[in-house]
């Protein structure tokens, strides 16, 4: 049972252009919703977090969507660039751990 | 300063045969992290560490996977004896402080098939 679902699981976007990577979750004792960062042969890489408290979260281009009630976030990348493919990960940490659950990636290109 | 390091970076095992997964954690670092991403799917947590004491180790599949960090420095992960759904990616990720939300940087992974 996946307690993240991440859609879409692949994605191709022209430069320039803007990504929307989606997740849901279930277990309302997640506190701490980040996406990570994947380029080929390297771990995951911290690229955006978010609590709860907030809707929405902004770093450069990289923006986090948040809905409490309806249980979901997103990513968008917006002016997306070639130096933007990769697979990105969302992932919720319970507040009664620090395990992370992830989704299950989304393999971004972004087309020149 | 070093980024969490993990050796090797391939293994090709034969079923039934043994594999010592290491880790080395970022240099003050008292959580350590196994996690493993199987055929394409999500990224699965295995266990915690804090220090060499296991804070969890609700993800690990069964007992054929021992992990531990002696000296609270490196940690590893035997798998004894593999079998072929133990083929993927293990990953190691390190944070620092006991509680909170301290980011957890990853490793680069160790890639291990199973014949």
């Known amino acids: 049972q996946q307690q993240v679902k991440q859609s879409p699981q692949s994605l191709i976007v022209q430069k320039g252009g803007i990504s929307i990577i989606n997740c849901a979750y279930e277990?309302?004792?997640?506190?701490?919703f980040p996406w990570y960062q994947q380029f080929p042969g390297k771990g995951p890489a911290l690229l955006i977090a978010?609590?709860?408290?907030?809707s929405e979260k902004k770093e450069g281009r990289f923006t986090i969507s948040f809905n409490k009630s309806a249980k979901q976030f997103s990513l968008h990348i917006m002016d997306s660039q070639p130096g933007d493919s990769a697979t990105y990960f969302c992932?919720?940490?319970?507040?009664?751990?620090?395990?992370?659950?992830f989704g299950g990636g989304t393999r971004l290109m972004v087309k020149p | 300063e070093a980024g969490v390091t993990q050796f090797p970076s391939h293994s090709v095992i034969e079923k039934g045969q043994t594999v010592t997964l290491r880790c080395d954690p970022i240099?003050?670092?008292?959580?350590l992290y196994w996690y493993r991403r199987v055929m394409g799917k999500e990224i699965k947590f295995l266990l915690h560490?804090?220090?060499?004491?296991?804070?969890?180790e609700s993800g690990m599949p069964n007992n054929r996977f021992l992990a531990e960090r002696t000296g609270g420095t490196y940690s590893t992960l035997k798998v004894q004896p593999a079998e072929l759904e133990d083929s993927g990616v293990y990953f190691c990720?390190?944070?620092?402080?006991?509680?909170?939300?301290?980011?957890?940087?990853f490793g680069p992974g160790t890639r291990l098939l199973v014949l």
């Open positions: 990720a390190s944070s620092y402080g006991l509680a909170g939300v301290e980011t957890q940087y």
């Open positions: 277990n309302t004792a997640f506190d701490y």
């Open positions: 978010i609590r709860p408290d907030v």
């Open positions: 992932a919720a940490r319970n507040n009664a751990g620090n395990m992370l659950t």
């Open positions: 240099s003050g670092h008292d959580n």
């Open positions: 560490f804090v220090k060499e004491s296991k804070q969890d």
